[in-house]
């Protein structure tokens, strides 16, 4: 019996000791997959972008605490001078609208034509809950299987891995990114979301939560 005991005691232990590195192999794994799609299709510079008719803005929430998110504030900085610039000629602003109270994609299309962008040029996608909605909806929605996606650059990236693993032609624009003291929590998480992205490809197979009625972009 005690023979018994320290044999599963033992394995026990193993075990113990073994999952921390299994998880943080899986976490490196997913991770380094995710960077090295995403290579050498994300840009700092809007000058290296190349010229496309679409991007897809990706949301957030334009305060957090009651104070303004600056992920969000750089991210529609960033679409803003990717238009300028003439990169692009349309936007699809993709975001969560589950509720009446909180709308990602109004506020995204508010914010960019106050800042010059043509309301006709702004089209949007209220069903982009999660990256990958808003990647699989841009086509199976708004017919565009080759786009600028505009985030952050660890977004992008997700974002772009998703994307190829679609069938779409799909480079990033990366946003301004917040500091770490500040962003900390969101650039952790960032790490699970990767984990949660390679599932969705392999997997899980997951489509998104709505598809619906083609909409027509006008270029």
Same mark, same amino acid.
């Given at each position: 019996?005690?023979?018994?005991?320290?044999?599963?005691?033992?394995?026990?232990?193993?075990?113990? *000791?073994?999952?921390?590195?299994?998880?943080?192999?899986? #976490?490196?794994?997913?991770?380094?997959?995710?960077? @090295?799609?995403?290579?050498?299709? &994300?840009?700092?510079?809007?000058?290296?972008?190349?010229?496309?008719?679409?991007?897809?803005?990706?949301?957030?929430?334009?305060?957090?605490?009651?104070?303004?998110?600056?992920?969000?504030?750089?991210?529609?900085?960033?679409?803003?001078?990717?238009?300028?610039?003439?990169?692009?000629?349309?936007?699809?602003?993709?975001?969560?609208?589950?509720?009446?109270?909180?709308?990602?994609?109004?506020?995204?299309?508010?914010?960019?034509?106050?800042?010059?962008?043509?309301?006709?040029?702004?089209?949007?996608?209220?069903?982009?809950?999660?990256?990958?909605?808003?990647?699989?909806?841009?086509?199976? #929605?708004?017919?565009?299987?080759?786009?600028?996606? #505009? &985030?952050? @650059?660890?977004?992008?990236?997700?974002?772009?891995?998703?994307? @190829?693993?679609?069938?779409?032609?799909?480079?990033?624009?990366?946003?301004?990114?917040?500091?770490?003291? #500040?962003?900390?929590?969101?650039?952790?998480?960032?790490?699970?979301?990767?984990?949660?992205?390679?599932?969705?490809?392999?997997?899980?197979?997951?489509?998104?939560? *709505?598809?619906?009625?083609?909409?027509?972009?006008?270029?």
């Amino acid at each position: 019996m005690k023979h018994l005991f320290r044999l599963t005691f033992k394995r026990v232990l193993v075990a113990l *000791f073994a999952l921390p590195i299994l998880l943080g192999l899986a #976490i490196w794994g997913c991770n380094e997959w995710v960077e @090295r799609t995403a290579h050498e299709r &994300s840009y700092d510079d809007v000058a290296d972008v190349p010229v496309m008719d679409v991007a897809v803005l990706l949301g957030c929430s334009p305060n957090i605490a009651g104070r303004g998110n600056l992920f969000y504030t750089y991210r529609i900085e960033a679409a803003v001078a990717l238009y300028r610039a003439n990169k692009v000629k349309a936007f699809i602003v993709s975001g969560d609208n589950s509720t009446h109270e909180y709308d990602e994609p109004t506020v995204m299309k508010e914010s960019l034509i106050a800042q010059g962008v043509p309301e006709q040029a702004i089209y949007c996608d209220y069903a982009g809950f999660r990256t990958l909605d808003s990647m699989v909806r841009a086509e199976a #929605i708004f017919d565009q299987s080759k786009f600028v996606v #505009i &985030s952050q @650059r660890f977004h992008n990236e997700r974002a772009v891995f998703l994307a @190829r693993h679609w069938g779409l032609e799909v480079v990033g624009f990366n946003a301004r990114d917040v500091s770490r003291s #500040i962003g900390m929590g969101t650039h952790l998480r960032e790490y699970l979301a990767r984990v949660n992205a390679v599932l969705d490809v392999t997997l899980l197979q997951t489509k998104p939560k *709505f598809f619906g009625p083609k909409v027509q972009i006008k270029k």
